[in-house]
């Protein structure tokens, strides 16, 4: 999928968190200033999070109420064995809340069995305009399932 717009990558990551259930990992990937925390912030969004959100990059865990509980993780400064360990991750992993990773690769073997990967990638058209190439790639069984819906959805309304 392709947006144009900033906004256009907040609406998509809003319209996916619909199609998002307890207990939902999202491993978010891509250089800095691809639009993940944007996309996140969309997702927030989506489950009916009021507050602003913003990028957990020193804190590495922020925790929001909506509809489903949000867990916002930046795993961009995490070091070592130990520091990972403290975080309890499993025990966000195992909630009835949507977990939102960003640089997931720092923390790769930790990750669930059954997750959603989402890579943003900065691109430029053939006008030289700046464009977000959005993937999905599901990891574990039922994500096929749940991102074919939407990937369907997402074509009806274009």
Not at 39 to 45: D, E, L, S, T
Not at 117 to 128: T, V
């Amino acid at each position: 999928m392709q947006t144009k717009e900033p906004e256009e990558t907040f609406a998509l990551g809003e319209r996916l968190a619909a199609f998002l259930y307890p207990g939902t990992v999202v491993a978010l990937t891509g250089e800095l200033g691809a639009g993940k925390t944007l996309f996140a912030q969309g997702v927030a969004k989506g489950l009916g999070v009021k507050e602003h959100v913003t990028s957990p990059t020193f804190t590495i865990i922020n925790e929001y109420q909506g509809h489903l509980p949000f867990y916002h993780i930046d795993a961009y400064r995490l070091e070592g064995t130990g520091e990972i360990d403290e975080l309890g991750l499993e025990e966000y992993f195992n909630s009835s809340g949507v977990v939102l990773i960003e640089w997931p690769e720092r923390i790769q073997d930790y990750l669930p069995s059954s997750f959603l990967r989402i890579h943003l990638d900065k691109e430029w058209d053939e006008s030289g305009q700046e464009i977000r190439v959005i993937s999905f790639f599901p990891v574990g069984s039922e994500w096929e399932n749940v991102i074919g819906e939407f990937e369907e959805s997402e074509n009806t309304r274009n």
